[in-house]
Structure formats: C-alpha cells, structure tokens
C-alpha cells in the first residue's frame, strides 16, 4: 500500500496556535484555525454553470413555454469519418454505416477532405464500397468513400466531411398508429404563405380517422389546468373535412372546417380537471375526418408565463435560484449553423447517426429552442452561453456565424441576428462567449460516432477563421474537448489545435463501481471516505486523470475548462443500491461541488459546467435506473425539488466569484483515511491524513465570501476563522447545507426532502469568530469589509 500525505494548504506554525486569545474556551483549542489571507489564486472566478438539456417529457423535463412546434421539414445528413487510410481516390472509415446509409451517401452525398495535403477538396460521392487495409498485422475489410476525382494521398485518420440534403423529404414521426395514423404522409410544396421551408403534413381523413397526438408534460412537473393554445395553418386537400382539436380527457374539444386555401387557426381550450397526485400526462390531437387536411407549423402552448424569453416561469425560476455563470446545451453533429441559430419553426431536422433507411419517417433529430433563443435566456439571467456548434461544420459557416455574434445589424448575418430580435451585437452583450465544436468527438459510441472529428487540421482551421474575422473579439473564446481520463489522446488533441483559448474535459465521478470494491467499502463511513478521497486524489496525485490533464494543459500554455461533472456510476458489476446511495445523497452532493471548487483551485479552471439540470435516471446497461444525470427534481412553482448536488452547487454560487484567495489552516486540523481502488492499474491502497475540512475563500472588491466542507462521515467540527478588517455591522449571511445522514437524500420515494438548505443573518460576526460544522455539511458565508 501507498500512503500519500495530501498537502493541502500551508499550515500556521505552532506560535499561531499557542497564540489564542483568552477567552477562546477549552474545546475552541481543538478548532481549526481557517486564516482568509490577500493571496490571489485564481483571478476572475466564473460561478459554476449547468448544462441545460432538452426538453423530452419523459425525463421530467418543463422548459419551453411552447410544448410542441412542428414545422415537418427535412433533414440534413452530416458525419465526420476517418480511418486507416486515404488514397488518391478515396478513403476508408472505422465506422461501416447501415446500408441504408450508404444508400443515401453513395446516390445523394458529397465530400469535404477535413485534413492532410487535399484538404478543402470537395466533391461528389462517387460511390461506397469495400476496401482491404492491413490493420493489426492482417488485411482487414472497411467501409471505402469513393471520390469523384484524384486527389492527394493524405495521412491515416485524416478527416472527411460527408453529407447530404434532403430537405425536400420532409420529416414525421414514425408511423407507429398512436403518435400518428398509419396512412398520413408528407405533402411537398404546397405550403403557407411565409412560412419556412417546403413539407407539410397530409391528415388522410379521407381513409377514415386520421390523427396526429402532441405531447406536453407531466402535471407532477409543470401545471396542466389553464388556458392552452393550439395555433397551427391548414387548409382542405380533398372531401369537407372537420378538424378536431382534442385535450386528452380533461379539456373541450374544438372543431373547425378548413377553408381551401391556407388559414391560420388559433384555438383555446381549456383544461380544468387534471387531479393532482399521479403522473398525469396531458397529450393535445388533432383528428380529421370526412377528407385530406394539409396541416403545417403547429404551436402548442398555456397562458400564464410572463417573462420574455422562450422559456416557462417554472424553469427561469429554477434557474435564478441556481444562478449559474454559464449555460450550456450540447449537440454533436448532423446540422448546419444557419439551423442552430434558428428557431424551431425556422429550422429542418438533423442527422449523424447510423441509418437503417432514410426518409421523411426514419430517425431524425430537432431541438427544443434554437441558440438564438439561448443567448436570449443568457442574457436575461446575465450568465454566459455555451451552446455547442454541431461538430459538421464547413469553415464558411464558422465565418458566418462570428458575423451573427458581432457584426453591425445590417451586415451579413448581423441583419439575421437583427431579424431575430437582438439589434446589439452579442460580443458587446456577454463577458463571454464559448464556442464548442460538437459533444465528444473522441466518443464513438451511439450517436456520437460521427459527431465531429478531432484530428489534425479541422479544429485548428476553423479556430483560425474565428479569430481572423473582422467580428472576432477576444470574448469569444474556442474550447476543444478531449477524454478526462485519457492524457494520451488529450495530448494529441491539443497539439492539433493550438489556437484554442480552453481545452475541456469531463471529468466524472466514480464512473465504475464493483463487487470488489463493496467487500472493502461495507460500511456506509468507508464508502463515503472513499467516495470523498477519489477526486481529491485524481487531482493531486500524479497518477490521477486531472493531474495529468493539467499538466498537459501547462505545458501547453493553455486553461482547462469543464463541460460536463457529475458521478457516473453506470459502469462495473456492483448493484444498484449502492450507486444511487452516492449520487442522490448529500455525501453526493458535497462530494461534487467540492471537486469543483477543488479543481478550480488546484488547476486554475474557471469555466465548469454541471451536468444537468433535468433527467431523472439513466438505464445503465445489466444495471438498473442509476439516478444520474439531473439535479432538478421538480421545478413546479410549489412542488419545487432538488437534489443535493444541485444544492450544494447553488449555495457555491452564492459567493464564487471575483477571485479565489488562498486561505491557510493550522496545524490540528482533522484528517482521514481512506482505503479502496484508486489508480485502474494498481491494487488496493489506503489514502492518508486527507484533511477533513476544506475552505475556499473569494474577495470581490469589499466583497467576501467563504465556503466550509466538512467531509468527516460522523463527527462535527470546529472552525476559528480569521480574516483582515471588519465585517459591516458584524454582520453576515450564512447559508447551510445539512443532513441526519450521509446518505440522507430528496428523491421522491424519501417523502419529505431529507437533505435542506438553511440560511440566517449572523450578528456579531467578525474575526475569530467561533463555527460549528455538522458532520458531512457544507457552510457558506457571505459579507462585506468595512
């Protein structure tokens, strides 16, 4: 076994400890003495951000105020490929598409060489076959894109840009007989006037009922009584058709005839009988009958939201208790820019992934609210937007959109911006602006496979376009991502990429638990001993995944950033009870927003996003529902509920910001030890004396603000803090996150929530001031000097 000793701050000497004032009493000398100094660790703190997601009902998730927008566009096909080789007339692919897709690249495809001596060539698929390579000492078969003309030879695993538009398809929903019946279809070119795009949608009530269901959300998340709206155009194909909108079985049904040419229809309906209790979910259908309704561009929306943005009442809420620096909405590839900024009724869907068929009724993907609507709710709550760029860019697109974030509103796609609502160029509205090319292009699983491409050349050029346009400020600033646990690759990444201002990993928590690991952790004490010294230890131990990663990034010259934390116990051969014992539990969550303020302190990060505000479990695989990755419960006006990582992260961002000071603890301070697997490639060990409080002090002008940890499983602890100058008034904010248990969490099965945030005015706080931190709690205080 190895014991490492965690230095963790500098310690007083001895002289400050025998240094106590009288009137301390007996057990005061057993505290520790937490000093608040001037030093300046980090500069300019970003409080933590949270990672946004979409908005599906079935995940618990109420953002948008409309519930439903459907506009059946097309949909652009985009993947990123590479792979063993690539000749003068082609290149070979890792990843072998269904044929379906091959279909589709081989008869409507095209190509864009992303790196080597033929980048920037674009063509015409030519063709998608097989081709020998030698791999792992034998000739093995892979997928071969076929140019329309020679090229240079270029490098293995060269990037290539494949695509296809098919916007005239339209798109729908499977024809699955609920979602929609079997026999409606896509219209093309027959359309509203001055709507976007070319699809429509054809309800064949002349083959008898024909309907089309529209989802809203569960009345456990958001209130389902009121006034809805369903505003849609139709207009008669065939027969005297009646168009019935229906709510479920808790609201009026409407009728109306459509005319013969295109009308637009707004309908209230109310809805006032949706009992509380249950899961009561309410779906909106719209059912013709008597002949053909071409219906296009539906809204579905209830009154009573009042700020002005896209998004509900419930979510701001949530979001300005948060108070997050920043806001992040993940994509991968598939789409274009011109989509990502769009709204949704403005916008076609999108597609990297696998495709069995392709067509108006395969798989396809759209988003909830477009990057404009983002930056709008960024800007009402004054944090920071990161909504990633898809990873399937050209870099002509990455010119336009640096003219949408800055250029004046009657240039180029300043005027689009302009058109959208926001005159005022977004660099002169954000302190910061991030930019990510897709979500994991390391990842090859599942539909991230094809995402993007992180290899040499595409990253780098489309950087240097970013930051060679006349709109380019230093605002904007370019994150490329890596693998958290894999330096080898991140190492790669960052020397193809150069011109990065971040570069951003997503360092997850106990991502694997096992049987071997429990038949030592069998207590819950030793569990969360261990569960408290794994990110400590991955950050300052040199075997560890962060301080390897920071290494590179200094040797780099280049600042970490983190897109996404949180546990991730969806690996390994333990049960289930135990994972969700750690990540709902306030061990949990104290575990998490110490790791952040860890490393924010340890490796100089200031930009870190949470992952996420919704998604109540994830089905690992053989598993069970491991309750990850959501923080947000319930966001309904009164049944507000969230779990303690989103707790312990919202009491941080009560004081982050302006800078991280050092401060330093005596001597005495309480430690701990903790035994399990740390390091993949080792066995067993016990990590030594790990301090069992940890602080983190900030100062913003008079401004200050201290966060305490305690992580001791069973004991309170002392603290005697010390700081320069006076409190005003002697007085400050104290805010507490407190439990009975380290194990103790706000899951619905718990009743009422068992993990509660505690706030008070403290008077007669001043220097040497007397605290008392409850075992596995998290204490926050904030004040100004005089």
């Known amino acids: 076994m190895q014991n490492i000793r965690f230095i963790i701050v500098k310690m007083l000497c001895l002289a400050t400890l025998i240094a106590v004032p009288p009137r301390i009493m007996a057990d005061q000398l057993e505290a520790t003495i937490v000093e608040m100094t001037d030093t300046v660790l980090v500069k300019d703190t970003v409080r933590f951000g949270i990672n946004l997601g979409g908005d599906t009902y079935y995940s618990g998730a109420v953002l948008t105020k409309k519930r439903a927008q459907e506009n059946f566009e097309g949909t652009t096909y985009r993947q990123c490929h590479f792979g063993p080789s690539q000749d003068e007339n082609g290149a070979t692919s890792w990843f072998r598409q269904p044929q379906g897709g091959q279909d589709l690249m081989a008869e409507h495809g095209t190509y864009t ?22 791999h792992e000492g034998k000739m093995q078969d892979f997928m071969y894109i076929e140019f329309d003309k020679k090229v240079k030879p270029g490098p293995p695993n060269g990037g290539l840009l494949v695509e296809a538009f098919r916007l005239k398809d339209g798109q729908f929903r499977s024809l699955d007989g609920f979602w929609t019946s079997k026999n409606n279809e896509i219209s093309i070119g027959d359309i509203p006037p001055g709507v976007f795009g070319c699809a429509a949608m054809n309800l064949k009530g002349s083959a008898g009922k024909a309907h089309y269901h529209l989802s809203t959300h569960y009345h456990r998340y958001g209130a389902l009584n009121g006034r809805w709206h369903v505003r849609f155009w139709a207009k008669t194909k065939t027969g005297a058709p009646k168009l019935a909108i229906e709510a479920s079985q808790w609201g009026q049904t409407k009728t109306v005839e459509p005319e013969p040419q295109w009308s637009q229809y707004d309908e209230m309906i109310i809805v006032d009988n949706v009992p509380e209790g249950g899961n009561q979910h309410l779906f909106f259908k719209l059912e013709a009958t008597g002949g053909d309704v071409l219906v296009d561009n539906i809204e579905l929306w209830m009154e009573g939201d009042t700020n002005p943005t896209a998004f509900r009442d419930d979510l701001i809420a949530t979001l300005k208790k948060f108070n997050p620096g920043m806001i992040r909405y993940l994509q991968t590839g598939g789409s274009t820019i011109d989509n990502t900024i769009a709204p949704p009724l403005q916008s076609h869907s999108y597609s990297n992934r696998k495709a069995q068929t392709y067509g108006p009724y395969a798989s396809h993907q759209t988003d909830p609210y477009g990057l404009h609507e983002m930056y709008e709710l960024c800007a009402y709550l004054g944090c920071e937007p990161w909504y990633c760029l898809p990873g399937t860019l050209h870099r002509e697109e990455l010119a336009n959109f640096m003219e949408y974030l800055g250029a004046p509103a009657n240039v180029g796609y300043g005027k689009k911006r302009a058109e959208l609502g926001q005159v005022k160029p977004w660099t002169e509205v954000f302190e910061h602006i991030h930019i990510e090319f897709g979500n994991e292009a390391w990842n090859n699983a599942a539909y991230y496979q094809c995402g993007g491409y992180n290899g040499p050349d595409y990253w780098k050029d489309l950087i240097d376009v970013g930051k060679s346009s006349p709109y380019y400020t230093p605002n904007v600033l370019f994150h490329t991502a890596g693998q958290a646990a894999w330096s080898g690759r991140n190492a790669g990444i960052l020397e193809n990429a150069p011109n990065a201002d971040r570069f951003s990993v997503a360092p997850y928590l106990i991502s694997s638990l096992n049987e071997k690991d429990l038949k030592i952790l069998d207590t819950d004490e030793k569990l969360f001993k261990w569960v408290f010294a794994k990110p400590i230890w ?60 860890l490393m924010m302190r340890e490796h100089h990060l200031r930009a870190q996003c ?33 779990r303690p990582t989103f707790l312990a992260c919202m009491l941080a961002n009560n004081v982050i910001g302006g800078d991280l ?95 509660e945030v505690t706030s008070n005015v403290l008077n007669g706080f001043s220097n040497g001031i007397h605290l008392t931190l409850p075992p596995h709690s998290m204490r926050v205080f904030s004040w100004e000097t005089e």
């Open 661 to 755: 000071i050092e401060t330093i603890h005596s001597k005495n301070e309480p430690t701990f030890n903790a035994t399990g697997y740390f390091s993949s490639r080792d066995g067993v060990e016990t990590i030594s004396d790990i301090p069992a409080i940890w602080s983190y002090g900030f100062a913003q002008g008079n401004k200050r603000g201290l966060i305490l940890i305690n992580l001791d499983v069973s004991t309170p602890r002392s603290v005697i803090l010390r700081f320069e100058g006076n409190a005003r008034n002697s007085k400050a904010t104290s805010w507490a996150l407190t439990a009975e248990t380290v194990t103790a969490n706000n899951e619905f099965e718990a009743g009422q929530p068992q993990v």
């Open 113 to 134: 060489i992303l790196s080597g001596p033929a980048k920037g060539t674009h063509g015409k698929i030519k063709a998608i076959s097989t081709k020998k390579v030698m």
């Open 610 to 642: 949470l992952f996420s505000l919704i998604q109540h479990g994830y089905r690992a695989h053989g598993i069970g529902e491991v309750r990850l990755w959501g923080t947000a419960l319930n966001m309904r006006k009164g049944y507000e509920r969230y």
């Open 538 to 597: 991955r950050s300052q131990d040199s075997r560890g995944a962060m301080y390897q990663n920071d290494d590179l990034a200094r040797k780099a010259g280049i600042e970490l950033s983190i897109y996404e934390v949180n546990h991730h116990t969806t690996h390994g051969d333990a049960p289930l009870e135990p994972r969700n014992k750690i990540v709902t539990s306030i061990g949990g969550g104290i575990n998490v927003a110490n790791n952040m303020l």
